[in-house]
């Protein structure tokens, strides 16, 4: 039952990059449009978003796929924690250096910040490791 939260946290984050990632890839200018960012066509810039775009589609198919498999829960709970903690951070960074963007992307800062503190916080919890057998635990006196 612990699991539960680990399992929707993976699979709701890991959709959430997984739209992210294939939005920026496949219509950047319309997905950022939506921030009120407008870009040029310039097939460099292209590449410089598809780029990240790509990492974000991985690590939420890693992220979906700890959902899925209990035994990659850490380590997609560490990607996730990762991905969306330097993309937060990132942000934090260019506010300061460059000023605030739009509200929209400012509310992307605090969501990416929020659940890179609740994907570490399930990591650092063990929900999604088996329990461990402490020393007063063993086995060996139960078997007659």
């Known amino acids: ?7 929707t946290a993976l699979a709701a984050a890991g959709a959430l990059l997984g739209v992210v990632g294939g939005a920026l890839m496949l219509a950047p200018q319309d997905f950022l449009a939506t921030s009120h960012v407008v870009i040029e066509s310039d097939p460099g810039l292209m590449s410089e978003l598809a780029a990240p ?14 959902a899925i498999r209990i035994r990659l829960a850490d ?7 990762i991905v969306y903690g330097s993309y937060g951070a990132g942000r934090v960074i260019s506010m300061m250096l460059h000023g605030l963007p739009s509200g929209a ?24 490791r088996k329990p461990r057998l402490d020393a007063d635990d063993d086995l060996r006196g139960a078997i007659v």
């Open 1 to 7: 039952m612990k699991r539960i939260v680990t399992r």
């Open 105 to 128: 992307l400012v509310a992307a800062t605090v969501i990416e910040l929020s659940v890179a503190a609740v994907l570490t916080g399930l990591w650092r919890s063990g929900l999604s």
């Open 53 to 66: 775009a790509g990492l974000l589609l991985v690590a939420g198919v890693l992220m979906v796929s700890g």
């Open 75 to 81: 380590r997609a709970l560490v990607a996730g924690a």
